[in-house]
């Protein structure tokens, strides 16, 4: 099994076509491997003809799927808003739903495009830790002092201990804090992972999340910078404008539209850019750049 990674992923209708992107380039520069795809979907939102459509515009000797259907009434009382939908819950069920003969997985959002080989980031030793993931830089600090955390990670990009995980249970804990602490969660299941994990993940290059953020803060570490070189995983997450919207400006967007358009979704169209917003972002950016 030394070339076959799982991969999990989840999605809802208006992602598909962003999750169809990440999984075309995953597959076009990780050739060496078969991954073994665990797509979480909402049995009542997503139509089965769509993701027949998605599953078989793939070589299956490059992925295959496992479609596992989740209904989001077992998440009713979760919180959720605007920007983060109860299909980000999902992968709260990764350990139980995947075989147990695997002991770790990947977690991929679908706003992402992976730019080079993933084998070395599944190799990473994670045997002491819950998971491993990119800290996130962009959290203000009031989230972190509600978690009772100094270090936050992102959530888009998680190499899971499903052994650890399954051993210690802590996927129920995920459960409990979810519906339990409600008052301290800002960022929905990320900071439930967060609040779970604390002082027992480990931190990755940048490179294997690198975020929005990363692209216009002011005080750039060597890592960072050399993330922005040579960036693994691209996450398109909020600030500049999404590469799916009409106004982007991301610059990195050229990656996310080059697979776009070696996907089955090629021909999707563009959403409205929410001009205003991704100007204040801007905006304010270049205020602390400036300061």
Request: aromatic share 14%; glycine share 2%.
């Amino acid at each position: 099994m030394d070339n076959i990674i799982p991969i999990a992923c989840s999605a809802n209708s208006s992602y598909l076509p962003h999750l169809s992107t990440m999984l075309t380039s995953l597959v076009n520069n990780n050739k060496d491997v078969l991954f073994d795809c665990f797509l979480f979907i909402n049995k009542k939102e997503i139509n089965t003809s769509i993701i027949e459509k998605l599953s078989n515009s793939f070589n299956s000797k490059a992925i295959r799927f496992t479609i596992i259907n989740i209904s989001s009434e077992d998440f009713y009382d979760f919180k959720v808003s605007s920007y983060i939908s109860i299909e980000s819950y999902f992968r709260f069920l990764i350990p139980k739903k995947l075989p147990l003969e695997y002991k770790k997985a990947l977690y991929l959002d679908a706003d992402m495009v992976i730019n080079g080989s993933l084998s070395e980031l599944f190799r990473t030793n994670i045997e002491n830790y819950d998971l491993a993931a990119v800290e996130d830089l962009d959290i203000d600090e009031n989230v972190k002092q509600k978690l009772g955390v100094d270090c936050y990670f992102n959530a888009g990009l998680l190499l899971l201990n499903l052994e650890k995980i399954r051993n210690e249970k802590l996927d129920d804990e995920w459960f409990n804090i979810a519906i339990d602490k409600q008052s301290i969660i800002t960022y929905n299941d990320q900071c439930v992972l967060n609040y779970v994990s604390n002082h027992k993940w480990k931190k990755l290059h940048p490179k294997w999340n690198l975020m929005t953020y990363n692209t216009i803060q002011k005080d750039k570490s060597l890592e960072v910078l050399e993330a922005l070189a040579q960036p693994i995983i691209i996450h398109f997450n909020e600030g500049l404008g999404r590469p799916w919207e009409t106004i982007c400006f991301h610059p990195y967007k050229y990656f996310y539209e080059f697979y776009r358009s070696k996907s089955v979704f090629s021909n999707y169209k563009k959403k409205k850019g929410r001009k205003k917003y991704i100007i204040k972002n801007i905006l304010l950016s270049l205020k602390a750049l400036s300061e």
